[in-house]
């Protein structure tokens, strides 16, 4: 941001959303000014040494200076007792006994087993060797069968209630759709856990021969997150039932806005000791309103940073809540 920017602003308003935006800005770098120097001369410390050589002046010996020690001096009668240790073998860990096994067995022909002397070699043992085999993902196709029912007695007689009866599908998580629940976990496991974009998903599945757009995954997507509005209401309850939330806000660009436009994903950290639950929210804005429809009720402490957004902890009148500054969560 220029100075033309600041001269350039027409009203007061303009001029109060400059100054919040250089206020955000200032307090990002910062933290990445901190963030710098913690790396280079450890933690706490602003300014100090980088290197990591002793001065010759410095208390700590020299390693090439120290005096050798004294070794006694032994007699040609004298011995001298070697404890014994223990060393591990190193080599390949084995694979784990819960995987099941398929046996390839190897045989010599009649030709190899000749001996020199004209006589078939007989079996004395075996050797044993394990590898390790991928077997690809499979696909398939589930066909949900409904039997249809009717009554024969009722056939052609005007009735009031159904003369046919069909059974009823399972509940499904998006109703009409083609996907499975496991389907579903596989696509969104791919996407959040290991990274890997609807776009690349797509050229997966198209090379196993199944086409399924990214724009039909991304819909999926959404429908699950829907369904899952309930678990997430109830892990919600769990993190403020506990007397410790850590809490902290991080820039996020939205995919096909504005690039001077600021999002942010905030993140709420809880649960049972043993149990962390971690909650994301996506708002559009950094404003403490936030963080106050969020703790609505809630009775703890609340870990943050120093950001001002977070202030209104520290003024609550009833003092329900108790702010920690200047810890990451």
Request: with cysteine.
């Given at each position: ?23 955000d800005e200032n307090i ?16 706490g410390q602003a300014f ?181 509005e309930i678990l997430i ?97």
């Open positions: 941001m220029t100075r033309d920017t600041l001269k350039n602003a027409e009203s007061l308003d303009e001029v109060k959303d400059i100054a919040l935006n250089l206020f990002i770098l910062q933290e990445q000014i901190k963030s710098l120097q913690d790396r280079l001369f450890g933690p100090g040494r980088k290197s990591e050589k002793t001065p010759k002046d410095g208390e700590q010996m020299s390693l090439f200076d120290m005096p050798e020690p004294e070794l006694p001096i032994l007699n040609e009668d004298d011995t001298v007792t070697i404890t014994e240790h223990a060393r591990k073998k190193r080599g390949r860990k084995p694979l784990p006994a819960d995987l099941p096994r398929v046996d390839a067995v190897h045989k010599l022909s009649e030709d190899d087993r000749k001996c020199n002397c004209g006589c078939l070699k007989d079996k004395i043992g075996e050797e044993v060797s394990e590898q390790l085999e991928y077997i690809p993902a499979k696909v398939r196709v589930i066909r949900n069968i409904r039997y249809k029912y009717a009554c024969k007695n009722c056939e052609g007689v005007e009735d009031d209630g159904p003369t046919v009866s069909i059974a009823r599908m399972p509940d499904q998580i998006i109703p009409k759709s083609i996907a499975t629940p496991g389907l579903l976990a596989h696509i969104l496991t791919a996407k959040f856990a290991d990274a890997l974009p609807f776009y690349r998903q797509e050229k997966q599945f198209a090379r196993i021969g199944i086409e399924l757009a990214r724009s039909t995954m991304c819909n999926w997507g959404m429908k699950v997150a829907d369904a899952c209401g109830m892990m919600k309850d769990d993190v403020l039932a506990n007397p410790m939330i850590g809490i902290d806000e991080t820039p996020l660009q939205v995919l096909k806005g504005p690039r001077k436009s600021k999002s942010y994903m905030w993140i709420f950290r809880g649960g049972p000791p043993g149990k962390p639950i971690i909650l994301f929210e996506y708002h559009p804005t950094r404003s403490g309103d936030v963080v106050s429809t969020f703790l609505n009720g809630y009775k703890g402490i609340v870990q943050t940073d120093g950001y001002a957004g977070y202030d209104f902890l520290d003024t609550k009148k009833d003092r329900l809540m108790l702010r920690i500054r200047g810890l990451k969560c």
